[in-house]
T-cell receptor
Framework: DAGITQSPRHKVTETGTPVTLRCHQT?????MYWYRQDPGHGLRLIHY???????DKGEVSDGYSVSRSKTEDFLLTLESATSSQTSVYFC?????????????FGPGTRLTVT | AQSVTQPDIHITVSEGASLELRCNYS??????LFWYVQSPGQGLQLLLK??????LVQGIKGFEAEFKRSQSSFNLRKPSVHWSDAAEYFC?????????????FGTGTRLKVLA
């Protein structure tokens, strides 16, 4: 257990509404990530963070923004949700081990956009 | 381009049979390689990892994987599958890009175990 929680765990929202997903970690790890998981696509990186206020885009960042004002929290915002953003969203952290990093995941948030 | 390929979308084996899940990668530098398992409705759990050294690595739940640089492969194996191994398995490659650490995941292999 890497001490990662995600909230909410499930959410149904309407097209066009803003949505914010929260990822919280308890161990002050530097790197945090947001992925989406869709059938046939595996996990795709949306955004990641390498420190407070330091974030960058992943491969599927369009329509998403992130913020990290504290080490322990990494927020993912869908400014105006669309049906194509229906997915399961996973937060992850990287933990250094012997000079390299291994990644641990939160339990996920299932988002449905109607 | 960096990529991970898991050529088998679905695999079905009988309980007690051996298992091999394939993973091929394309990565410019020395890769860090991982296998994760995901049970239905759950998050991803790290099974094993390869960073350096011995190319045969052992993981949890009786799994092992072998790194073959010449074949750009990191196949996952288990000598005798249990019904509880039914899940989806993801191979991933990680490394440092521009000073930050990122990962690329394969599309997954779903394992079905027959009693």
């Amino acid at each position: 257990d890497a001490g990662i929680t995600q909230s909410p765990r499930h959410k149904v929202t309407e097209t066009g509404t803003p949505v914010t997903l929260r990822c919280h970690q308890t161990e002050n790890h530097r790197y945090m990530y947001w992925y989406r998981q869709d059938p046939g696509h595996g996990l795709r990186l949306i955004h990641y963070s390498y420190g407070v206020k330091d974030t960058d885009k992943g491969e599927v960042s369009d329509g998403y923004s992130v913020s990290r004002s504290k080490t322990e929290d990494f927020l993912l915002t869908l400014e105006s949700a669309t049906s194509s953003q229906t997915s399961v969203y996973f937060c992850a952290i990287s933990v250094e081990w012997s000079g390299a990093y291994e990644q641990y995941f939160g339990p996920g948030t299932r988002l449905t956009v109607t | 381009a960096q990529s991970v390929t898991q050529p088998d979308i679905h695999i079905t084996v009988s309980e007690g049979a051996s298992l091999e899940l394939r993973c091929n990668y394309s990565y410019g530098a020395t890769p860090y390689l991982f296998w994760y398992v995901q049970s239905p409705g759950q998050g991803l759990q790290l099974l094993l990892k390869y960073f350096s050294g011995d190319t045969l690595v052992q993981g949890i739940k009786g799994f092992e994987a072998e790194f073959k640089r010449s074949q750009s492969s990191f196949n996952l194996r288990k000598p005798s599958v249990h019904w509880s191994d039914a899940a989806e398995y993801f191979c991933a490659v990680g490394g440092t890009t521009s000073g930050t650490y990122k990962y690329i995941f394969g599309t997954g292999t779903r394992l079905k175990v027959l009693a």
